[in-house]
């Protein structure tokens, strides 16, 4: 049975590879026999461990999938939804989304984008990838409905091929209007890419839930806060502890 | 220039830091005239707020003189006499709009740490670990602030520092307590903890309507205090507390409590060894919650307890049953500072409120560490302590850190 993601994406609940399967339910039902000659809770705790195993092998469940939280689409590509709620009217924020050049500024992994041709529907994207070097696609606007939903994907020949849609939902009350973005795209390197970006910190759901805030910050307020530059005692070591819990400074 | 500086668990000393600088553009540089050490500033120094990072400046009850505004400030001028609020709003976000300030959506530059302890991250406070943002604080001769047109307020003429400084944060927050207890004219009002929040909220409830406030403590000097603000007063230490407010309540209880204790209450008995124990290790329990339990045990049925005591993380048995059967409302949250100022300068102004009677000790900057340390075990009677930040060292003499 496959799950659905807020964003109508289907994605699969059997996300480990057969090697994988083969792997952990071996090492499950090892972990079974061993606790039949253990007694106590320790024979307790590796009866559970292998079943836990064994079961998630039956059912396709990657374990590493599991605990990195990676979602990954039948097709095998990673697929993100996160919303935010700005107090702005619908129509301010589909004209600023509509204008891709305006994603860098709240988008931080990307370097640049620039709209193409007279109608804005196409546009070449520039983003930084690692160690300093970029990544560079052509997109298309696919859906354009003004003031309800932006929909875009990448053109042949993209080194991660990606696609996405942009919401904009009137919030109840005043609260403004919701933004409902989803992205799906196909790392390089596979789930196994996905699994190492986020263990760099990169993971893409989080990406994109700080994209949103930023977009919130710069609409609503004009700026992101910062305490980059301000004094303290910290010498040495500390610096780095300090700027380990301080993520979001702003040079 | 000086500033009071976080070394580690138990350990605040005086270290001459840089000057702080505007680096946005709505920043204001405020020279602090006065500055006070909260009870929330011993989480801080008890190492029981987590992030906190050897030199980080503490302080977030500060005022002074405007010296310096970012380009795009408006309203605040060199010169300008101001309170700064603890907690930072950026005024555009709903909750700013909407008078809840302290849940300010923008202002906290670090809120991936508070949204993974709390779900969603309340806003920037000042001088209050990296969790709320990390901003320096003001126990310091000069203090960075930000967002200089929604935050800082301008003292009216002929107050002065001693009269509004506590606008920062205590006065607000024991009226906030009290505006929290739902108090209809002439009900019973129990206060839990008469340090100076406990103080203000029942100068509070009284201003509020409260017929009667009960005011529970064990230090001599604070249950005096509390007298001479109308209370009547139980020794927790001498009286059973939950039978005495029964009785004095005709059996009813008080329609509402205050937890003006927070997450380092004192108890004694297996339960309050067992918290104190887990709290210690940071892990099993971050908060010992004894005022909490008591006031929910003590609040009559259908009543309110309000909490303006600071809770950090995870508690242990809150009698969640009671509060259930008895139909309990609670009422809680960081202060939200901005939306009290007029009216409480109001009542300071006309003389209904005098906040200045808790002031206990009044110290110059190098005497911090001193400070914090009576303070804390509250010797020499110290009630409240306000740091003068350009006294001179000579008029005092070094003091050992707590």
Redesign the interface.
């Known amino acids: 049975m496959a799950q659905t993601t807020a964003n109508g994406t289907e994605v699969s609940p059997q996300n480990s590879s057969p090697a994988e399967r083969l792997l952990f339910g071996g090492l499950g039902v090892g972990l079974i026999l061993l606790s039949l000659r253990q007694r106590g809770n320790s024979g307790v705790f590796l009866g559970t461990s292998g079943a836990l195993l064994l079961s998630g092998a039956a059912m396709g469940r990657s374990v590493g999938s599991a605990l990195t939280q990676v979602r990954r689409t039948e097709d095998d590509q990673i697929a993100v939804a996160r919303a935010v709620?700005i107090?702005k009217s619908v129509d301010e924020l589909y004209t600023f989304w509509r204008d891709f050049e305006n994603l860098p500024r709240f988008m931080d992994h990307l370097e640049s984008v620039k709209v193409q041709g007279g109608d804005g529907r196409r546009s070449h994207w520039v983003a930084k990838a690692p160690a300093g070097t970029t990544v560079e696609w052509d997109a298309e606007i696919t859906e354009d409905e003004p003031g309800r939903r932006i929909a875009w994907r990448s053109l042949e020949g993209a080194t991660v091929p990606n696609e996405g849609h942009v919401e904009f939902r009137p919030a109840p009350g005043?609260?403004?209007t919701e933004i409902h973005v989803s992205l799906t795209y196909r790392p390089p390197g596979g789930t196994l890419g996905a699994v190492v970006a986020r263990l760099l910190g990169e993971e893409p759901g989080?990406q994109v839930g700080?994209d949103l805030?930023r977009l919130?910050?710069l609409l609503?307020?004009g700026?992101?806060?910062?305490?980059?530059?301000?004094?303290?005692?910290?010498?040495g070591v500390?610096k780095a502890?300090?700027k380990m819990?301080?993520?979001?400074?702003t040079t | 220039m000086k500033a009071v500086v976080w070394q580690g668990i138990n350990r605040v000393q005086v270290e001459n830091v840089p000057d702080p600088e505007i680096l946005q553009p709505t920043d204001a540089i405020v020279r602090v005239t006065a500055t006070a050490i909260c009870g929330s500033d011993l989480h801080l120094v008890d190492g029981y707020v987590p992030s906190m990072v050897h030199g980080d400046i503490l302080g977030h009850e500060f005022m002074g003189e405007v010296v310096e505004v970012g380009p795009e400030v408006r309203d605040v001028r060199p010169g300008d006499r101001v309170v700064v609020p603890f907690p930072i709003s950026c005024g555009k976000c709903w909750y700013c709009q909407h008078g809840l300030t302290s849940l300010c959506d923008n202002s906290n530059p670090n809120p991936k740490l508070a949204e993974a302890l709390w779900g969603y991250s309340g806003s920037g406070l000042y001088g209050y670990s990296h969790i709320t943002g990390g901003y320096a604080g003001g126990q310091a001769q000069f203090a960075r602030t930000v967002y200089a047109d929604q935050n800082l307020y301008k003292v009216p003429e002929g107050l002065t520092d001693e009269q509004v400084l506590f606008l920062t944060d205590i006065l607000p927050t024991g009226y906030m307590g009290a505006e929290n207890c739902n108090i209809h004219p002439g009900d019973v009002v129990a206060v839990f903890g008469c340090g100076p929040v406990g103080l203000f909220g029942i100068m509070s409830a009284f201003v509020l309507g409260a017929g009667r406030v009960i005011a529970i403590d064990r230090f001599p000097e604070r249950l005096d205090l509390a007298r001479k603000l109308g209370a009547e007063t139980l020794n927790y230490e001498e009286d059973a507390v939950f039978e005495r407010l029964k009785e004095m309540t005709g059996g009813r209880g008080p329609d509402s409590v205050m937890d003006a204790v927070g997450l380092e209450s004192h108890a004694g008995g297996p339960g309050g060894v067992a918290d104190a124990v887990k709290q210690t290790t940071r892990v099993l329990e971050s908060d010992r919650p004894h005022a909490l339990r008591a006031a929910i045990m003590a609040c009559r049925k259908g009543g309110t307890v309000s909490v303006p005591g600071v809770y950090g993380g995870l508690a242990d048995k809150i009698p969640v049953g009671a509060f259930m059967n008895k139909g309990l409302t609670m009422r809680t949250g960081q202060t939200h500072v901005h939306r009290y100022l007029d009216t409480l300068t109001g009542h300071i102004e006309r003389g209904e409120v005098d906040p200045t009677v808790i002031i206990t000790h009044r110290l110059g900057i190098d005497e911090a560490p001193h400070a914090y340390d009576i303070f804390k075990h509250k010797h020499d009677g110290c009630i409240k302590c306000i740091l003068d930040p350009w006294a001179d060292p000579k008029d005092h003499a070094p003091t050992k850190a707590p």
Do not use: F, H, I, L
């Open positions: 709620t107090g005043d609260w403004g989080a700080e805030r919130k910050r609503e307020v700026q992101e806060p910062t305490t980059e530059g301000q004094p303290s005692a910290r010498k500390m502890e300090a819990y301080d993520n979001r400074r």
